[in-house]
């Protein structure tokens, strides 16, 4: 080949410099071939595992893509010193997440993006995103605006951030760190003074949080009691002091999680299926979640203290209470042994016994049902506490 140059590997499918990299890729493996009929598919899909002809892997390569780590092409008859475009590898991190951007903003919007037509070579749009009159919709506008943003370097000759990239890491920032509004209007002031006079950050923060919102990015803060006892949510939104409640209880704050879980499992929610250019409908369920002993019962409903104390063991849980200690001591493991084990009969080391129980018998769903069946709420109560102020800045803002 003639350039050694794999930025091409870094566009996307239906880029017009990606398909014509392919052909050059597939001259240069066939021409290294020997007159070889197949050689490696380095697609996604096939990662050089498969040896096919080269109708086969051109139309593998516009329709999967490429694998953009196989930048030396060692199985394709490229030898290793041989010298690769640095530039293109330098620049590839850059390259890569700006293609992610660019994948988000069209799921966002649930654009089409331009597919190949692989037998004639050209691109075919699957719907366009117009009015009657034939002009662009205003959500096909928003999107070209962004895009174009995305497109826009910070300031000239940068080449790490684009506008749009740097306002989201902003607000990202922003929303780990809690930043106010307030705040984050002076930072964003005094970059725009900072950079280059022909730097292309927003003039303000309100033009820059439009931008942003157009991503649908919201986050919507919800006010609790200082005595943890209950979220000024829903009905509860605009109270100006909380109904008495349990003190400092874990269960207040998994409240909207369990709300978004029952959702997602009992209704679903709409969601575009990017690869297959479609909606459908997501259903989800919360599978298990890792945590150290204290909050394993706090999430479970368990006591994970006590004479029961062990979630697992149930009602069957062996314990001893030891009144030196003040406390229980678990015992009994010798249960979880094999029938057969000797340790089962070692009375002389065990205190005495021996173990012929078998391991208690794990709990199914359907017996924690039957459990909660008939259990109620008990709260301790406290004084009524006022609401906490929520600052003017702080209200339904990203």
Known sequence: ??????????????????????????????????????????????????????????????KFGIVKSYTRWVRHGESFECQVDANALDDSHQNIEHNYMSDMLYEAFEMATQEVDAEVGEAVDEKAKVDIRGDPSEEAKTFYKLMEDLELSLYPGCKNF??????????????????TDKSLSMILDLFKEALSENNTLPESFYEAQKTVKKLSLNSIKIDACPNNCMLFWKEHANADECPKGPKKNIDVYLQPLIEEL????????????????????????????????????????????????????????????????GKYCYMCHRQFLPIDHEWRYDGA????????????????????????????????FETPTRKRNRRKDQKNKC
């Open 349 to 380: 080391s065990f205190g005495g016994t021996h173990e012929i129980r078998p391991k208690p018998k794990e709990l199914t769903g359907e017996k924690v049902l039957e459990q909660l069946v008939y259990v109620e709420c008990v709260t301790s």
């Open 162 to 179: 684009s506008k749009l990239s740097f306002l989201l890491k902003l607000f990202h920032i922003k929303c780990l760190g809690g930043i």
């Open 262 to 325: 029952k959702l997602l499992w009992n209704v679903g929610v709409e969601t575009y299926d990017a690869s297959k250019k479609e909606k459908f409908r997501l259903f989800a369920s919360l599978l298990w979640t890792v945590s150290d002993y204290p909050t394993y019962g706090d999430l479970s409903g368990w006591s994970t203290g006590g004479e029961k104390g062990c979630p697992t063991c149930n009602n069957y849980t062996s314990s001893e209470w030891l009144r030196n200690g």
């Open 1 to 62: 080949m003639e350039s050694y140059s794999r930025d091409w590997m870094l566009c996307k499918k239906n880029d017009l410099k990606y398909r014509t990299g392919v052909k050059k890729f597939l001259e240069f493996a066939f021409t290294q071939g020997k007159g070889n009929q197949v050689v490696s598919c380095p697609c996604v899909k096939c990662n050089n595992e498969r040896r096919k002809t080269r109708l086969e892997i051109e139309l593998d390569l516009l």
